[in-house]
């Protein structure tokens, strides 16, 4: 655990705060997702599970282990309302980022059913339907999945997008930090975040 000293902007006061710093702080600043899509870091790290193969936060994955959707575990409090969302702010490379953010996923009202329990999409709307990563560069891209918390049960003035082909011109330049702060969401509650790149051509 390191310790830094961070400062904050926060309603246009500078907060100054010496804290340890967790893996998930450090990930998220080392990859310079912090900056490039968030101001803060999330509070905790969550667990993306896509059937059975539980993301290492930063890890390189296969396009073929992300292709369904997974589900996130988290400290979810049963008792509110949260959004998840998935975006890759590389698209469609990391070099010349013109689609940043590309909108993956979106689900928004996802309650838990009990205290920690790991939430599906569809115990939640879907805004937008998940698409699994097809990066279109050999450079790797970030797929950062966030929770945040809800005030409440919310309608949201969206796009909604359920099916997948066809649909990547409604999924280009969403911003997930200023959606957060339209509907007042609270977080990232957690996060977490895998790299993928495009299969590599084996030339004999
Ligand atoms: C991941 O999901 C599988 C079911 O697909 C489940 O058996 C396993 O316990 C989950 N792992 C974690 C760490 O939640
Ligand atoms: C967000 O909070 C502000 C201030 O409380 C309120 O005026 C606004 O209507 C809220 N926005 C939404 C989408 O709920």
Not at 3 to 19: E, M, N, P
Not at 57 to 66: A, F, H, R, V, W
Not at 145 to 173: C, H, W
Request: net charge neutral; with cysteine; glycine share 4%.
């Amino acid at each position: 655990m390191k310790s830094l000293f961070k400062i904050y902007s926060y309603f246009g006061f500078v907060i100054a705060l010496t804290v340890a710093q967790s893996e998930v702080e450090e990930k998220f600043i080392s990859s310079k997702i912090v900056p490039d899509v968030l101001n803060i870091p999330p509070e905790a790290s969550c667990v993306v599970n896509y059937s059975g193969r539980v993301v290492k936060i930063g890890e390189t994955l296969e396009i073929s282990k992300t292709l369904m959707e997974p589900s996130v575990q988290f400290d979810f409090d049963p008792q509110e309302f949260y959004t998840i969302a998935m975006v890759d702010p590389d698209a469609p490379s990391p070099n010349a980022p013109a689609m940043r953010e590309f909108k993956h996923w979106l689900v928004v009202n996802v309650q838990s059913s009990s205290q920690g329990a790991s939430v599906q999409g569809s115990s939640g709307d879907t805004l937008a339907a998940y698409m699994s990563p097809a990066p279109l560069s050999p450079a790797p891209h970030r797929y950062i999945v966030l929770v945040y918390r809800q005030p409440g049960r919310m309608d949201f003035d969206e796009p909604i997008i359920v099916k997948t082909a066809g649909s990547s011109a409604l999924r280009t330049n969403f911003k997930v930090q200023k959606f957060a702060e339209k509907y007042n969401l609270t977080g990232p509650v957690c996060g977490s975040f895998f790299y993928e790149q495009m299969n590599k051509v084996i030339s004999l």
